[in-house]
């Protein structure tokens, strides 16, 4: 068996893949594969109808927001956000915590103005800042609530009036979240939700419009909302296994359920780095990322060796990113906690080795 540790793109439980499978080749006794029915089908209606109601039962969005499905991915977000939010002369709010941070800055900037409240890069964005002001005339904040590369999180919003807008790529249906704190949210669907090609986007309707600017219409949320996210041609197969994906996390319980699991992965995998002489964390303690672990080794030696026996132990996708270097292993929602316990075991069987 495989323990896929890799970050993206798309690692969802067996049994997803094996339904979606199943309807690439006949979709609900159709005869049709799920890639060929129209999108306008009474069929396909079902489909994206349920992906948006499990969206909504399972995150608890409230009344007053539309749930998208977008193409673009999480990027194209970047740009949408600040077309949408950010009128003439306004300016908007954003936390630097890493690459990904980086770019939805560097996206908006093209926009409009823009101001970095904090930035951690000079601790190679190892931590997320906590001291740093929000004016209270931004137009929007922006924060990156999981920074995949760099293996820090942040749980709870920072503290503002301001219309605050997240993007949620990594660790969205990870952990319970509260979605009347925030006034947008976005997830390239790629980590937790489902196959890349669909991004998901929560909108409070009363930000339709708000930048004033005539936009092109595919990159108007209202347009989207107004169209049930069928203005164009939508990405039928990346909902569709969104869906199937999301019935799994429903049936395991929902959100409650798998934040629970999470927590002790995380732990245990965070406990064994901590114990572990030949294993060093990168993230600051009190930031640890609970869907990204990152871990250096004292030498290239050491990791290159340490790479070797994993993958003899099947354990995939483990090299770190080069901005960081060493271990990153994504633990993702549909990552078992055998998955965690087989790099564990390798981990110490590694140590013993070296003794
Ligand atoms: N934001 C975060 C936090 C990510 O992890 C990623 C990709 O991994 C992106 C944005 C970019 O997403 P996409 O490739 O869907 O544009």
Redesign the pocket.
């Known amino acids: 068996m495989k323990h896929n540790f890799g970050?993206?793109?798309c690692i969802l439980p067996k049994e997803v893949f094996e339904e979606a499978s199943r309807a690439v080749i006949d979709f609900n006794g159709t005869g049709l594969s799920i890639l060929e029915i129209s999108h306008r089908s009474k069929e396909f209606e079902e489909v994206i109808a349920e992906t948006e109601s499990l969206v909504r039962e399972l995150l608890n969005v409230p009344a007053g927001y539309s749930v998208l499905f977008l193409q673009?991915?999480?990027?194209?977000?970047?740009a949408m956000v600040p077309m949408n939010l950010l009128p003439e002369g306004g300016f908007a709010s954003y936390l630097d915590t890493?690459?990904?941070?980086t770019?939805?800055a560097k996206g908006a900037k093209k926009i409009g103005q823009i101001d970095i409240v904090a930035s951690s890069s000079d601790q190679n964005y190892s931590y997320i800042p906590k001291d740093f002001a929000i004016p209270a005339d931004s137009s929007y904040f922006h924060y990156?609530?999981?920074?995949?590369?760099y293996g820090t999180e942040v749980f709870h919003k920072p503290n503002t009036s301001v219309p605050t807008v997240v993007?949620?790529?990594?660790?969205i249906l990870s952990r319970t979240i509260d979605v009347s704190e925030f006034d947008l949210l976005y997830?390239?669907?790629?980590?937790n939700m489902g196959p890349?090609g669909v991004?998901l986007v929560v909108i409070k309707d009363e930000l339709f419009g708000k930048s004033g600017k005539t936009i092109p219409t595919i990159f108007d949320y209202e347009s989207h909302a107004k169209a049930g996210s069928m203005y164009n041609t939508p990405p039928v197969f990346s909902i569709y296994v969104s869906m199937l994906n999301l019935r799994w996390l429903k049936a395991k319980g929902g959100i409650e359920v798998i934040e629970q699991e999470n927590i002790i992965k995380a732990r245990t995998l965070y406990d064994e780095i901590d114990r572990n002489p030949f294993f060093k964390g990168t993230a600051a303690v009190e930031d640890r990322s609970r869907m990204n672990v990152t871990f250096v080794m004292d030498t290239p030696e050491l990791e290159a060796e340490f790479l070797a026996l994993a993958k003899e132990r099947n354990l995939i996708g483990i090299k770190g990113h080069r901005s960081v270097g060493g271990f990153r292993a994504s633990i993702y929602n549909a990552l078992s906690i055998s998955s965690i316990n087989a790099l564990i075991d390798t981990m110490r069987e590694f140590e013993e080795r070296k003794k």
């Open positions: 970050a993206g793109p673009g991915g999480a990027s194209q977000q970047f890493g690459v990904w941070a770019k939805a990156t609530s999981n920074n995949t590369i993007d949620m790529s990594s660790d997830a390239g669907a790629q980590k890349a991004t």
